[in-house]
């Protein structure tokens, strides 16, 4: 079964400087998607960046962007120029590539506090 | 218009009772699906639903009963609830290809007494 590990359950960032959230997965499958969301106090779940593991690209999504080592299994998430409306609970996600597995296997979460 | 909506927002009942959660979608998504949010933030799948057919069951209660008149709509029934089952319900859609994400209802937050 895939597992997604988020070490970090606090990080804080001081408004407009960057941070870098961390995330680990494993898996047996070659072929897969991951996902960043974001769970801000309205609990709504609002997708940030996804990523797919056959590309080596790393997706960027104006301020945010991903750091994917494939070979290691991690999928970091890089917010750039931070602002107060970021703050807010983060998940890494994974979703397998096989038909029936397509669900999101979510991590810990990851509580950002943004410091005026 | 919202995309994925669930109803009840808040549910607050006594231990013993039976209730559902209604979700419905506008998107013409052809997979469902129902998460569970527990009290420390930890989102787990619980059932998905594609063209009305149940592909995934995770290991839940059989008092968790999901239903899907047709493909726009997943049903979650909730029989002799327990303390344990308090949480936030999500309710989520996406289209069948691996990559597509997936669209978040705004969550039901059910309080068990």
């Known amino acids: 079964a895939q597992t997604v590990t988020q070490s970090q359950p606090e990080m804080s960032v001081q408004e407009a400087e960057t941070v870098t959230l961390s995330c680990t997965y494993d898996t047996s499958e070659s072929d897969y998607y991951l996902f960043w969301y974001k769970q801000p106090p309205s609990r709504q779940m609002i997708l940030v960046i996804r990523q797919e593991a056959y590309k080596q690209q790393n997706a960027t999504e104006n301020r945010f962007s991903v750091n994917f080592q494939k070979a290691a299994k991690s999928f970091s998430l890089k917010i750039s120029d931070s602002q107060l409306g970021d703050a807010a609970m983060y998940f890494c996600a994974y979703k397998g590539a096989n038909f029936g597995n397509e669900k999101l296997t979510f991590g810990t979460g990851t509580r950002l506090t943004i410091i005026p | 218009d919202t995309a994925v909506s669930q109803t009840p927002k808040y549910l607050v009942t006594q231990m013993g009772n039976d209730k559902s959660i209604k979700c419905e979608q506008n998107l013409g998504h052809d997979t469902m699906y129902w998460y569970k949010q527990d009290s420390k933030k930890f989102l787990k799948i619980m059932f998905s639903y594609n063209n009305k057919e149940l592909i995934i069951n995770e290991t839940v209660p059989n008092r968790f009963s999901p239903k899907s008149p047709d493909k726009a709509h997943l049903n979650l029934h909730i029989n002799s609830l327990e303390l344990g089952d308090s949480a936030v319900y999500f309710c989520?859609?996406?289209?069948?290809?691996?990559?597509?994400?997936?669209?978040f209802g705004s969550g039901t937050q059910l309080s068990v007494l």
């Open positions: 989520a859609s996406s289209l069948a290809g691996q990559n597509e994400k997936l669209f």
